[in-house]
């Protein structure tokens, strides 16, 4: 069954300070992209532990989600919606996602605080249950858009998706691409041919580096992103057995939670249906 996208971009929230910073980032975007969006806090465990301890009905979650709405409409004149909804992160805002047609996810990731503590594993586990691209935010704030965006290569598989999602954004932004890949190799090189071909297709700027022999590359990826003063960098998960079923390395967590706080956009891999998700 095909799911419709609609132009959503769809910000879970605990109220923090960095899921604060996520409903900008995410509020920024859907500006530039002429897009809607939808905030969702996810009453669990945590939310209901909360609520007691503080002797707050869950009324102050509806209330709290209808002032960011007013505040956020009222910043960025966009359409904002709001949705308070029982049942676990892990599952709840993957299939809220799809249920309102979200194009992907802006979510904020922060250490032990507040009440859903959407950190480490937990963020992680998160970003793989989506069938739809999450942009993970830290506390850095939305900076020179997307004008810079870097696209690691590490292997041959999987780059069409990626392509797809790095053309679409930089079309939107008038970015910059900055492919850099882990190594000269014969399928590597392949996978970069049909990356810039693509990219020369439909007018997108890029420009090609190679990591140096024997770096690591999960530092090269970040301190270049630091030396571009990049807005972004994109990054694809890995497929298990089942299409929904996803997972993230090392150099992804790595990158997914860089010390500079650079936004990082994660792809899962999807089926023919993906490319419903962009448009230019």
Same mark, same amino acid.
């Given at each position: 069954?095909?799911?419709?996208? #609609? /132009?959503?971009?769809?910000?879970?929230? *605990? $109220?923090?300070?960095?899921?604060?910073?996520?409903?900008?980032?995410?509020?920024?975007?859907?500006? !530039?992209?002429?897009?809607?969006?939808?905030?969702?806090?996810?009453?669990?465990?945590?939310?209901?532990?909360?609520?007691?301890?503080?002797?707050?009905?869950?009324?102050?979650? %509806?209330?709290?989600?209808?002032?960011?709405?007013?505040? %956020? #409409?009222?910043?960025?004149?966009?359409?904002?919606?709001?949705?308070?909804?029982?049942? #676990? +992160?892990?599952?709840?805002?993957?299939?809220?996602?799809?249920?309102?047609?979200?194009? !992907?996810?802006?979510?904020?990731?922060?250490?032990?605080?507040?009440?859903?503590?959407?950190?480490?594993?937990?963020?992680?586990?998160?970003?793989?249950?989506?069938?739809?691209?999450?942009?993970?935010? @830290?506390?850095?704030?939305?900076?020179?858009?997307?004008? *810079? +965006? %870097?696209?690691?290569?590490?292997?041959?598989?999987?780059?069409?998706?990626?392509?797809?999602?790095?053309?679409?954004?930089?079309?939107?932004?008038?970015?910059?691409?900055?492919?850099?890949?882990?190594?000269?190799?014969?399928?590597?090189?392949?996978?970069?041919?049909?990356?810039?071909?693509?990219?020369?297709?439909?007018?997108?700027?890029?420009?090609?580096?190679?990591?140096?022999?024997?770096?690591?590359?999960?530092?090269?990826?970040?301190?270049?992103?630091?030396?571009?003063?990049?807005?972004?960098?994109?990054?694809?998960?890995?497929?298990?057995?089942?299409?929904?079923? !996803? +997972?993230?390395?090392?150099? /992804?967590?790595?990158?997914? $939670?860089?010390?500079? @706080?650079?936004?990082?956009?994660?792809?899962?891999?999807? /089926?023919? #249906?993906?490319?419903?998700?962009?448009?230019?």
């Amino acid at each position: 069954m095909e799911t419709k996208m #609609n /132009d959503i971009i769809l910000i879970p929230t *605990d $109220f923090t300070e960095v899921c604060d910073n996520a409903v900008k980032h995410g509020a920024e975007t859907a500006k !530039f992209l002429n897009y809607k969006i939808c905030l969702l806090h996810v009453v669990d465990k945590d939310t209901k532990n909360y609520l007691k301890k503080e002797n707050l009905t869950d009324g102050i979650i %509806v209330e709290k989600l209808g002032l960011i709405s007013n505040e %956020v #409409n009222s910043t960025y004149g966009i359409e904002v919606t709001s949705i308070s909804r029982e049942g #676990n +992160i892990f599952e709840t805002i993957a299939d809220v996602a799809k249920e309102i047609g979200a194009n !992907f996810i802006v979510m904020g990731t922060h250490g032990k605080v507040g009440m859903q503590k959407i950190t480490g594993s937990f963020a992680l586990k998160v970003i793989t249950s989506s069938e739809v691209p999450v942009v993970v935010v @830290q506390k850095r704030p939305f900076e020179n858009a997307y004008n *810079d +965006i %870097v696209l690691p290569i590490t292997s041959e598989a999987g780059p069409w998706e990626k392509t797809q999602w790095a053309a679409a954004i930089a079309k939107q932004f008038n970015s910059t691409i900055h492919i850099l890949k882990i190594k000269d190799d014969e399928g590597i090189n392949k996978a970069l041919e049909i990356i810039t071909r693509h990219f020369i297709e439909n007018g997108v700027k890029y420009v090609e580096k190679t990591a140096e022999k024997g770096s690591n590359f999960t530092k090269t990826v970040i301190d270049y992103a630091v030396t571009i003063n990049s807005g972004l960098i994109m990054i694809m998960t890995s497929k298990t057995g089942a299409l929904t079923s !996803f +997972i993230l390395g090392t150099y /992804d967590e790595d990158l997914i $939670f860089n010390t500079p @706080q650079i936004p990082v956009m994660c792809i899962n891999p999807r /089926d023919e #249906n993906w490319k419903k998700i962009v448009s230019y």
